[in-house]
């Protein structure tokens, strides 16, 4: 049986949310944030990284959402979630699986980060703090996900999806992204990512998964 290791409110959802899509049986074994948003060291004890998500099976392990995707398509996709072999399709969806975390998360993460600073240094230091990390975010950080975001707008096609005519793992892999950066600037001005959004999360596999991981609070 598949144990998906999972950290309450995390990108650890999409995980279930495939396997929802596939129809795999799977146990979901849970681990709540500690106060400062980290995870707990017991899942230091799965993988050294102390991350999720992770994937145990049969004493095997698996860290690293795009990899535990790719192990869950081998295994068990026949073809489903990947638009059909060597087309441009399947190397834009292979594009999105490795950017998703590669590349379209490290500046949400940064932008989290430099607001994080002046928030959790002594008072007299926050003022002088603040004003530098805005600089940072404004002159660095800001562009880039702008860049980002207009990529994702671009990419989703007339389909809605961001791998060819249906739904494909580029869409379960980006989900986290998007609901990220939706959570933080909205889509007002993006329609087509919030209409991505609005389909995803109709999905009964979403909604099932969901029930299964718990609140998120990027949905
Ligand atoms: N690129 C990794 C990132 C793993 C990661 O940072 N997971 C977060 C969950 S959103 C986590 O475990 N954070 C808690 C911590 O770092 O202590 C992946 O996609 O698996």
């Given amino acids: 049986m598949i144990t998906i290791h999972h950290l309450n409110n995390s990108r650890s959802q ?6 929802e899509e596939l129809g ?11 106060k400062d948003m980290q995870a707990p060291k017991e899942l230091k ?33 026949d073809g489903r979630l990947m638009p059909p072999e060597g087309t441009e399709d399947y190397w834009t969806a ?3 699986l490795h950017y998703a975390e590669g590349s379209a998360m490290p500046p949400l993460f940064l932008m989290l980060v430099l607001e994080m600073i ?19 975010d404004a002159m660095l950080v800001r562009p880039q996900i702008a860049l980002h975001l207009d990529h994702w707008e671009e990419a989703i096609g007339k389909s809605g999806w961001f791998a060819g005519p249906e739904l494909s793992v580029a ?5 986290f992204p998007v609901e990220a950066a939706a959570r933080r600037f909205g889509y007002n001005d993006r329609p087509k990512l919030r209409d ?24």
């Avoid at 999409?14 to 396997?19: F, K, P």
């Avoid at 240094?121 to 990390?133: C, D, E, Q, R, V």
């Avoid at 869409?171 to 989900?175: H, P, T, V, Y």
């Avoid at 609005?198 to 609070?217: E, F, N, S, T, V």
């Fill in 171 to 175: 869409d379960i892999m980006m989900s």
């Fill in 118 to 136: 002046p928030r959790r240094a002594p008072f007299f230091t926050k003022p002088i703090l603040k004003a530098s990390m805005a600089k940072v």
């Fill in 24 to 34: 795999v049986a799977y146990e979901v074994k849970r681990y709540e944030r500690t």
């Fill in 45 to 77: 004890q799965i993988h050294p990284l102390g991350k999720s998500p992770v994937l145990t099976k049969d004493g095997g392990t698996i860290a690293e959402t795009g990899a535990i995707v790719e192990y869950l398509l081998a295994q068990y996709g």
């Fill in 196 to 219: 991505f959004l609005l389909r995803i999360h109709d999905r009964p596999a979403y909604r099932r998964g969901l029930k299964r991981g718990g609140p998120y609070a990027y949905a």
């Fill in 94 to 96: 292979r594009h999105f």
């Fill in 14 to 19: 999409r995980v279930l949310w495939l396997l």
